[in-house]
């Protein structure tokens, strides 16, 4: 996915001001009176640089193992997997990424799960700089241990609890726990519970830019047999954006205090399939995904069975510049993400649609192979389905918590299942929290909703409607209207052997993308109240010719412009904008042009939608045009 690098920036470069300042006053009358301290490893000497994060986690069934590559190169291999899992699993993929040497080693823990395959790494010929863990304090008697100490005798170091690790380029590693010692300073005392080996798992946080990515190993929260070492880590470390689940998304931690405090956007789980911990347990899956903030939670394999999960079906990985990052299966199931911190690019009416749902599955069970699929008609930036809600009939309904992103004809399906047994064999990007939403059959709602609580967009569906028992229901034209008439049964198989796209481009598709040309406009800076909204026109191979500019209430019926018909309205709106000086006049040699416009501070303009175009033409009549861009306005 091409992500452009600016596209989080809040302040544009260009010159947002109209030629003529009267112009803009003019305009804003008229148009909305109608619309710790830390130690740093020595050992490594990391470059600067501008890269990406890279971080697998391996399928390595009931352990974890995660490779973090930094920046620069640098390598961090956390944890090796259970006994035989080295040469079967580790080996192999260090050698597929031309690894053989890793700069630091690391074990959470002393667990057989998570350090069984570290030895036959070192003897299947990779080496490593620098191994850390906690040092040779009560140790298990284990034969895992005993090779694993023999195995990285010449390099181990014992992690003081606060050490910084530098991956280069900006990318750094953070002890915040190690053996019950926190990064303050602060002693937890482990001994006598049953749970000890767990609580003493070293915990790291993985920060680039405004990405963040909590790695806490078998860290346990509070239980009659264990410490709760998660909440005081949980105070240190604060909200992340990906976390990687505690304990295989087990029953002694994951705890309720510790979510509430890092409020991941992204969760991922390790473990095996089946197991006998029965994780990731249908609690722990609760409380990281409800209807009230769903987020994607994935896991390397169908672990338990439990619900309100994807399985991946073998390693994830996670690339993050800093701004945001993707997440892709080893299937090709991904999607991409803000930071938290990052500027939110909400959808604005008839930006997003319902593009296909399949409500009367076959191949599974009725309800769980249920999914709607949702394509972005923004060209750029990229919208964000943070807060977007979805409801049906009922009023059942799931609010989205994580800031997924979408370009222009980006896809996202969001499923009532993420295991695709149960799915009719699909992995979707998003499983839904357990019994949340439910497609009624027959005669029903899908109904999509920003932040604002604007119509995106519905569906009211009945039997007349094409699709059911074991066939999707398909949008023919993106850009059309959510009518019968523009869907269709789907003509494609997937999984299992339903018929459907999920995913994919519909098998009835026939919108056109560029029905006026490559002319198009991208929004600078979205209308806020008391602010300025700005506009690119970009105008590819029109230079010397005119342009036209123009701002609208509305789209349809639309208007003739000599013999081309284009999709806006000849309101006053319309007239007032396209007379404007500025807004008129020869395309530059650069085919790009800006304008802007200041929005007075007035709270009843808030919900209120505009559309942008422009035209260029000649002599001859109109030569492009761009498809209108809805602009609602926001506090």
Sequence with gaps: MKIRDNLVSTTSPMNLLMRHPLAVSLLSTVIFAVVAEATTVQEIEAPRSTGNVEVVMFDIGQGEATLITGPTGTTFLLDGGLENKGNQVLVPELNARGISNLDYLCVTH?????LGGIDELLVGGITATVVLDRGPTHVPSTQAYVDYEIAVAAWRQTIPAGLVVDLGGGATLTCHAVDGVLSDGTVLNLSGSG?????ASIVWLLEFGDFSLFLGGDLTGPSSSSVDVESPVAALVGDVDVYRVNAHGGKKSTSQAFVDIIQPEFAVISCGSPNSANQPRQD????LNYPERV???????AGSGAFGYVNASGNITLVSNGNYYTATTEGGTQFTALCDELM??????GELVISEFQRDPDESQDYYGEWVELTSLRREPMLSLKR???????????????????????IIVLAADGLSSRNGGHIPAVALPILSIELANHVGSVLILNRHNSELDRIDYDLAWPGGTGASCERMDLFGPPVVANFQSSTDTYGGGDFGTPGTTNSSDTTDWRPGGETWVEVIDPPRIGQTMSFQF??????????????SNGTSPGMWAGSTFLPINNDQLYRWSRKLPGWRDDVPSSELIDLGIPLPNDPALVGRVAYVSIATFDDTGVLSWARPVPLQIWM
């Excluded at 002393?110 to 998570?114: A, L, R, V």
């Design 388 to 410: 977007l809600r979805m409801t049906n009939h009922v009023g059942e309904s799931v609010t989205i918590a994580t800031n997924i992103c979408l370009m222009e004809n980006e």
């Design 195 to 199: 749970q000890e080996e767990n609580s």
């Design 110 to 114: 002393y667990h057989t799960d998570h």
């Design 284 to 287: 722990v899956i609760d409380r």
């Design 295 to 301: 987020i994607p939670v994935w896991c390397t394999s």
């Design 344 to 349: 939110v690019y909400d959808a604005a009416p």
């Design 538 to 551: 970009h105008t590819p191979g029109q230079v010397g010719k005119r342009f036209q500019a123009c701002l």
